[in-house]
């Protein structure tokens, strides 16, 4: 690939001020440039892509539909360079400090009780943590812009190293009003004549329990809605009309309330586990080693007591 014919960050950044503050004076006010130089900018960018990005409609810019693609990259792009930045000058900061990434059903409920036990633990240090889906945690971890990773997914990537942290399942699960709470047995037929609320395909949980139907030689659900929070998905489960597939530390509260119910179907066990990821060039951190310690000793105990018991191995 000849990179040299990729756009530059000063034309994807000079869309963007165009668009979102609304033409070519106010973007050049904001970048302290002439206005001759915001329009040599969209002018390069549109020679790097061939395709006119915007078209003049009476006073006003507006982007072409090829435009509106090239905008949303250059918002991802910059955003992402911000976040490589801000990345780059916490690690230039020494090693009192951990770069921490879970996945969001791990951060909705885990999260919040490994850090009070560590912060508890370790008033000394400093956690930043981010959230995200389980493939970009392995790639922040394998590129060195996190130092542990905590996935629902196991990672695949030759430089990182990985460990088991915790055994779990998938669960069904619905309002105790729901049709099924109370039918016994229930076989996987039963499932296709209800209708569900599930994460969103890019989620591990999604990613597994589809996995599963396909093993099981099942098609995949009727589903009503596909949200990006499990949180999200108790509250509208507690409606009493879906039903949803969910790892069982995510429920565990709703459960022991009883706003939801765990419907048995021994028919479909989807077993999960919880990794942890570290980086092979990066194990001499003594922050990460202490936040080791705590999932060695005491994440089971501290988090979800009754969810199945805790499994650290290397």
Known sequence: MEYKKLPDLKGLATLRAVVELGGVEQAAQSLHVGQPAVTKRLR?????????????????????GAGDKVYAYARSALDQQRALIEDLRRLSRGQNQLRLEVTFAIG????????LGFAEQNPQFRVFSRMGYSRHIQTRVATGLADIGLLELEP??????????????????????????????????????????LREPESATRVTLD??????????????LEIGSTDAIVEILASGRHLSFLPRFAVTDALERGRLSHIALPDLPIGITLWMARNRNTLDNPVADRFVALLD???SEIVFPSTPTSKHTP
């Not at 960018?45 to 982007?63: F, I, P, S």
């Not at 909705?108 to 850090?115: D, I, N, S, T, Y």
């Not at 990182?160 to 669960?171: A, G, N, P, S, Y």
């Not at 996995?211 to 009503?224: D, E, N, S």
Request: aromatic letters at 4%; proline letters at 9%; one cysteine or more.
């Open 156 to 197: 695949d990537h030759p430089d990182i190293q990985v460990q088991r942290w915790l055994d779990d399942e998938l669960i069904l699960v619905a309002a105790p009003q729901h049709p099924l709470a109370t039918q016994d047995p229930v076989r996987p037929d039963d499932l296709y004549r209800h209708s569900f609320v």
């Open 44 to 64: 390069a960018l549109e020679d790097c892509y061939g395709v006119a990005l915007m078209q003049r409609k009476g006073r006003k810019l507006e982007l072409t």
């Open 211 to 224: 996995r599963a139907l396909r093993h099981q030689g099942l098609p995949r659900l009727p589903t009503a």
């Open 297 to 299: 000793t005491g994440s």
């Open 108 to 115: 909705e409920r885990l999260l919040p009780a490994l850090l």
